[in-house]
Antibody, heavy 121, light 107 residues
Framework: EVQLVESGGGLDQPGGSLRLSCAASGFTFSNYWMNWVRQAPGKGLEWVAN????????YYVDSVKGRFTISRDNAKNSLYLQMNSLRAEDTAVYYCTRVGLTVGSGVFDLWGQGTRVTVSS | AIRMTQSPSSLSASTGDRVTITCRASQDISSSLAWYQQKPGKGPKFLIF???TLQSGVPSRFSGSGSGTDFTLTISCLQSEDFATYYC?????????FGGGTKVEIK
């Protein structure tokens, strides 16, 4: 089955750190750009970061630059998001997403079920 | 960043109704627009790309149109499984940005 499964979310204090993971299965992970998209409680969707197939290019939304790091391990079919210096406004469900190969660059054709991150003292 | 504005933010409809959702971009994005459906507690599901091309497996009652700055998603005959929140997204330029969502509720 083609799927993405996130893990690693939880509760942390402002200034803390969390590492999210995403396990991919059912497709050739190394062929795809991968992304993290988040959704704050009761809010819409916000793209956070993405990474090229070989990890050579990475891009971030301005609000997380210098605090979050996206990475991948193609041998393990896994995507990661290291989140440092967490802020209350980082509280959200974080989704791992795949950019489709045939639907236009920047279209997210596969999503995980999400992992919840809560930043609170 | 390109701002995407959806309207309405919510609507009430009955099974069998025709529903139209509007998405407006703050600048010309050509046809670089996608639509997603999200149900409570789930990740979004990809429906449409290039403003009007249905993803494989998406029912034909869904259709998209528009180009430039103004886009629409239409559900021609609403089914029970279509009650959800719908989001538009531009992929014309970085960062990719989403509309605020339109919740389709049962009347």
């Amino acid at each position: 089955e083609v799927q993405l499964v996130e893990s690693g979310g939880g509760l942390d204090q402002p200034g803390g750190s969390l590492r999210l993971s995403c396990a991919a299965s059912g497709f050739t992970f190394s062929n795809y750009w991968m992304n993290w998209v988040r959704q704050a409680p009761g809010k819409g969707l916000e793209w956070v970061a993405n990474i090229k197939q070989d990890g050579s290019e990475k891009y971030y939304v301005d609000s997380v630059k210098g605090r979050f790091t996206i990475s991948r391990d193609n041998a393990k079919n896994s995507l990661y998001l290291q989140m440092n210096s967490l802020r209350a406004e980082d509280t959200a469900v974080y989704y791992c997403t795949r950019v489709g190969l045939t639907v236009g660059s920047g279209v997210f054709d596969l999503w995980g079920q999400g992992t919840r991150v809560t930043v609170s003292s | 960043a390109i701002r995407m504005t959806q309207s309405p933010s919510s609507l009430s409809a009955s099974t069998g109704d025709r529903v139209t959702i509007t998405c407006r971009a703050s600048q010309d994005i050509s046809s670089s627009l996608a639509w997603y459906q999200q149900k409570p507690g789930k990740g979004p599901k990809f429906l449409i790309f290039a403003a009007s091309t249905l993803q494989s497996g998406v029912p034909s009652r869904f259709s998209g149109s528009g180009s430039g700055t103004d886009f629409t998603l239409t559900i021609s005959c609403l089914q029970s499984e279509d009650f959800a929140t719908y989001y538009c997204q531009q992929y014309y330029s970085y960062p990719p940005t989403f509309g605020g969502g339109t919740k389709v509720e049962i009347k």
